[in-house]
């Protein structure tokens, strides 16, 4: 997740009130910050062993032993989703060379047919030539069949109309709006507060996670819709992580803080001292032996 402004501002949100009608009330009893070791989260699975947003990534998020894995989901011109960070298809796959007339290589102007006849490996390496795009139904499986836990971005959702409503029906259609998934197996994050809000009207059960730093002064208007504050690392420290953990998110905890991207042991002991809940990272084994020391 490369660091960039907060989608929404909070007078944005403030637009939003009439959606909530009462404000989260700060919770006075809050946990300790650090109470317990912080989860690792694979990064676009286990990204920095295998190429991201594929189901090899996912295999290896899974064979060292990660439980929580985190992907972006867009749409394809054809109404599919599809597991793809960058807007554009040119840096992790071959688009370039097989549509070399469809710059600027949009996500949003493929088709999913089209997508599917890309390489997405061997940028990589040469070990994973011929990795496929994964549709958001062929990850879920992925996931599924591993029995891990999905942190799921709406990437730039501005661009997609009605993706909210379209990924929780993929979600549903693949059982994955449960009530086994719901508590503890999935959480729908974004950088776009609006949309998180629409997540969370949609499918109130559904844990959501904003991605960015609000300023402690509107962490209750975010507490309305979400239930985590997910901040690049850069921006992380213990005083804002206790002023999160201080506020009840939607489902009446306090406010969790899963922080991106650390893919270092010093990185991640400083998150842990923080208080921080999850770390996100692209070498997530190295996050968990450090915060187990």
Do not use: C
């Amino acid at each position: 997740m490369p660091i960039r402004p907060i989608a929404v501002t909070a007078g944005a949100l403030l637009g939003m009130s009439a959606l909530f009608s009462t404000a989260a009330p700060a919770f006075a009893d809050s946990r300790a910050a650090g109470e317990g070791a912080p989860v690792p989260v694979a990064h676009r699975g286990a990204s920095g062993y295998a190429p991201e947003n594929t189901l090899a990534a996912v295999d290896k998020a899974a064979e060292l032993g990660i439980e929580w894995v985190e992907n972006d989901v867009q749409r394809t011109r054809d109404g599919e989703l599809v597991v793809m960070h960058d807007t554009t298809l040119d840096r992790t796959t071959d688009a370039e060379e097989v549509f070399p007339d469809r710059a600027p290589w949009n996500v949003a102007d493929f088709t999913a047919d089209e997508i599917a006849r890309l390489d997405a490996g061997s940028w990589f390496g040469e070990g994973y030539a011929g990795a496929k795009v994964p549709t958001l139904k062929q990850y879920l499986d992925r996931v599924s069949a591993h029995d891990q836990k999905l942190l799921l971005e709406l990437k730039k959702p501005e661009l997609y109309p009605g993706i909210e409503g379209e990924t929780l029906k993929e979600l549903s259609n693949e059982g994955w709006l449960d009530g086994r998934h719901v508590k503890d197996r999935l959480v729908i994050q974004s950088f776009n507060a609006e949309s998180v809000a629409r997540v969370h009207m949609r499918k109130p059960a559904v844990k959501t996670g904003f991605l960015g730093t609000p300023d402690t002064s509107d962490l209750r208007k975010y507490g309305r819709f979400t239930d985590q504050i997910n901040p690049s690392h850069t921006t992380v420290s213990k005083d804002y992580v206790d002023a999160v953990h201080d506020v009840r998110g939607a489902h009446g905890k306090p406010l969790e803080v899963f922080t991106w991207t650390v893919n270092d042991a010093a990185g991640a002991r400083a998150a842990a001292d923080a208080g921080v809940d999850g770390i996100i990272s692209n070498f997530p084994d190295v996050v968990r032996d450090a915060v187990a020391e």
